[in-house]
């Protein structure tokens, strides 16, 4: 039997040694790459890597500063700071963020459109880790509804923060105006604030900001894996805003305020020795507390579409024609330029015919022969138009300009009105047209181009008052810093000097006093006991073919928007000025019945909180003036008061 041998096969034996220096070069060289990149991010990106780590655990919150407080001139408080809680998200904290905006919209009552506030913040430029506020000023129940489910919201939080208060509701609402959250355009401008900051938007909120905001704080905290506040690592201390003391009488303000209640219109009353704004009411007004918390849509469409425009500032946005207010201009740029003397007569028999048309005195059987005096205290229409005539109506310009009309008053308050005060040469430029002299006349009687503002006329109401010294407007007395101390004032500020004579002035005062204290004078109701004020009645046509309207129709019975504008210029005490008002009620048809009652409770009130003070010798003497009697005129004809003008 044969034997099997194995045959030996000589198959050589791989080495080793290269797949093991192969295998090292490779362990090595991924170290190697491993170490690099470690020695990059811990060593070369460690400040960046060390800001993102802690960015994840750390979030900086800026803390906003409690706005100044703004106080009336007694130093009553108008407006304050109070807590208010809002709630904020952070997006990228919440693991399924359209569950998160679903609970929370159901815990705010669905008044609060999350997504929409994120996706705006969005489009806004939101940096990352950024919280987004969703809603401010949370009722109690809300609040206790997101504490209670914190758990169920990862990435909300609840924030205190300071809400600004107005104590009084709509009291100067138009003045003090409001804020609301930073927008776009105004982080732009004002490159210090951020996202969800609060800024003054309107009035002296908006004007006065810079003193008002004060330098918010911070806090750096610490914030677990879904973002809810675990402790507070450190806080930067706020600085809290100036405060504004204002001209302002709270007691006068209310006054006015509840005189004007349920009429559109404007009162601004005014200190004739320095143009301080003792009182500013624009009718009817809007809430600013509305603004505070974020305007809500249905409530912004309500205020826009709401046909008596709130939002409007009558007091230096609306503009009318003066009406009979303008005659006091008429006589004084009269006897200032020698066409008119204390004893120019005319002869009103119910109109004039000029340019072949007859232009109507507001009495239709006509004054008879009257003088000047008696032309202003019976609001003489016919007497007017001739004095317009003679005086043109680039001399009647020159004179509305030197007393302020058609030129801003320098109020500081946003978009204010210049009016218009006509002449040729503005006829021209406006209209590419020349001035008919008949066009003169509806100017003399405070109609046709002519329109002003409410505070203009108080401005032309305190010249008349002071002597011919026309003061810019001003409403904030000072601020205070933080010490209590005054950190800044407003002195007077004179704008215009105007040289009228003495005697033209007593004159004319003295006729305004027989508006509302003489027999057939048109402005009664203004009177009060002890105290002499001086008026003048104006009434502000608004459908000039009235007629052809509601032919046959008694005023009272018009429709309401066409009846006419009724103002009252006023101020008192005559021996020594300390208050001056104009008083609009718009279609409230003549100044004596409609206005003359407001500006009579504004100033019983007035003079209730500052007696009048004793007359000066030099007013004293000007008083003394003579001045045409009236009684023959008036005696004829005593229900002229009953039709005043």
């Known amino acids: ?12 034996v791989p080495k080793l040694e290269p797949r093991i220096a192969i295998l090292t070069a490779a362990i090595i060289t991924v170290l190697g790459l491993v170490s690099v990149r470690l020695y990059y991010l811990q060593v070369m990106q ?23 407080l703004v106080f009336d001139l007694r130093h009553r408080p108008l407006v304050d700071t109070q807590p208010t809680f809002d709630a904020e998200i952070v997006p990228e904290d919440s693991p399924n963020l359209s569950e998160t905006i679903e609970r929370l919209e ?14 705006a913040a969005d489009e806004e430029g939101r940096p990352p880790y950024e919280p987004v506020l969703v809603a401010e000023r949370l009722d109690w129940p809300k609040v206790v509804a997101l504490e209670a489910h914190q758990l169920e919201l990862p990435g909300v939080s609840l924030e205190i923060t300071p809400g600004r208060h107005y104590l009084y509701g709509r009291l100067a609402a138009h003045l003090l105006g409001y804020v609301g959250e930073v927008s776009r355009e105004d982080l732009i401008k004002q ?17 006065w900001e810079p003193f008002l905001r004060g330098q918010p704080g911070g806090q750096e905290v610490e914030v677990d894996a879904v973002g809810r506040r675990l402790r507070v690592l450190r806080e930067m201390p706020d600085t809290p805003g100036e405060s504004v003391v204002l001209t302002i009488d709270l007691d006068l303000q209310q006054t006015a305020e509840q005189a004007l209640q ?30 505070g918390a974020g305007v809500k849509s249905a409530d912004w469409r309500a205020l826009m579409s709401n046909a008596d425009h709130p939002l409007q500032n009558r007091v230096i946005q609306g503009t009318y024609p003066p009406g009979s207010t303008f005659k006091v201009l008429d006589s004084i740029a009269g006897l200032q330029e020698g066409t008119l003397n204390e004893d120019t007569v005319y002869t009103c028999g119910g109109g004039i015919w000029f340019g072949g048309r007859e232009y109507h005195c507001w009495r239709k059987h006509g004054h008879g022969s009257i003088a000047l005096h008696n032309a202003i205290v019976r609001s003489c229409d016919v007497y007017f138009y001739n004095v317009g005539q003679h005086l043109g109506v680039d001399r009647l310009a020159h004179w509305g300009n030197l007393f302020g009309f058609g030129n801003k008053t320098g109020v500081d308050l946003d978009n204010e009105k210049a009016g218009v005060m006509p002449s040729s040469a503005w006829k021209q430029k406006r209209y590419h047209e020349r001035w008919y002299a008949a066009e003169t006349l509806s100017v003399a009687i405070g109609q046709g181009y002519v329109a002003v503002t409410p505070l203009q006329l108080a401005q032309f109401a305190a010249m008349i008052a ?3 010294i026309r003061y810019r407007p001003q409403f904030v007395k000072e601020v205070e810093g933080l010490d209590g101390g005054v950190a800044r004032s407003y002195p007077p500020i004179v704008e215009q000097r105007v040289d009228i004579g003495p005697e033209n002035l007593a004159f004319v005062r003295n006729a305004m006093a027989d508006v509302v ?31 052809s309207l509601v032919a046959g129709e008694d005023e009272d019975k018009m429709p309401e928007k066409y009846r006419d504008h009724a103002w009252l210029i006023a101020f008192a005490p005559k021996e020594h000025p300390q208050i001056a008002i104009a008083c609009l009620v718009e279609h409230g048809g003549h100044g004596g019945a409609a206005s003359a009652p407001i500006v009579h409770a504004v100033m019983q009130r007035f003079f209730e909180l500052h007696p009048p003070a004793p007359p000066t010798p030099e007013l004293t003497e000007d008083d003394e003036t003579p001045r045409p009697a009236i009684a023959h005129v008036l005696e004829d004809d005593p229900t002229d008061a009953v039709e005043e003008r």
């Open 191 to 207: 490159t210090a604030y951020h996202m969800g900051d609060e800024i003054g938007k309107f009035g002296l909120e908006r004007g």
């Open 262 to 291: 349920g009429k559109n219109g404007a009162l601004v009353a005014l200190d004739p020795n320095n143009g301080d704004i003792l009182a500013m009411v624009s009718y009817p007004a809007f809430d600013p507390d509305v603004f």
């Open 466 to 468: 002071n002597g011919g």
């Open 517 to 547: 204290n003489g027999a057939g004078g048109t402005a009664h109701k203004a009177q009060l006991p002890g105290i002499t004020v001086c008026a003048k009645t104006g009434t502000a046509q608004v459908v000039g073919n009235k007629g």
């Open 106 to 119: 159901g815990y705010l009552g669905g008044d609060d459109h999350v997504a929409d506030k994120i996706a």
């Open 1 to 12: 039997m044969a034997k099997f041998h194995a045959k030996r096969q000589n198959r050589p």
């Open 46 to 68: 460690h400040h960046q890597m060390s800001e993102l780590a802690d960015r994840n655990r750390i979030r900086l919150h800026r803390v906003p500063a409690p706005r100044g």
